[in-house]
């Protein structure tokens, strides 16, 4: 199938590229269906499109890369809801905001997007106690640049 996007045109894609949020992303309820983008392999940065609302596409990455010592406990809800059984199967990604200067891009480190990528399904969780931001400094003082 083909979906269109704001930022890299017309997509070619199969279903088994599509992650499902059950119940959307927290502020975006109605949009269920995303993929994915990748435009370069050794980049820290995705992309995560919606295959229906071409304007809807939110920067991503591995927050492990900035922040090593980043964990959390996923809660039992979430494991349910995306069936993991092991935890090879989850890729974890944090939505990035870069409104301005790449210096002073952040991380939201406190609803981290956690998919199951046999099971094709996805949820953003937002952690309960936590001592991280949803604004973290996406570079630290110590320079992860």
């Known amino acids: 199938m083909e979906i269109q996007t704001s930022r890299f045109g017309a ?38 499109q919606s295959t229906r609302t071409a304007e809807l596409v939110f920067i991503i990455a591995d927050p492990f890369l900035f922040y090593s010592e980043y964990e ?33 891009a952040t991380i939201n480190l406190v609803a981290p997007v956690i998919f199951h990528a046999e099971k094709r399904k996805a949820k953003q969780v937002v952690l309960g106690q936590t001592k991280y931001a949803a604004k973290h400094p996406l570079f630290s003082a110590a320079g992860t640049r």
Do not use: C, Q, W
């Open 11 to 48: 997509l070619s894609i199969t279903e088994e590229e599509v992650y499902t949020f059950t119940k959307g992303l927290p502020g975006f309820e109605e949009e269920s269906s995303f993929i994915i983008v990748s435009p370069e392999e050794d980049e820290p940065f995705s992309f995560l």
């Open 72 to 104: 959390f406990e996923l809660p039992e809800s979430a494991t349910s809801e995306l069936e993991i059984e092991h935890v090879d199967h989850v890729i974890i990604r944090s939505i990035i905001n870069m409104s301005g200067d790449l210096d002073a």
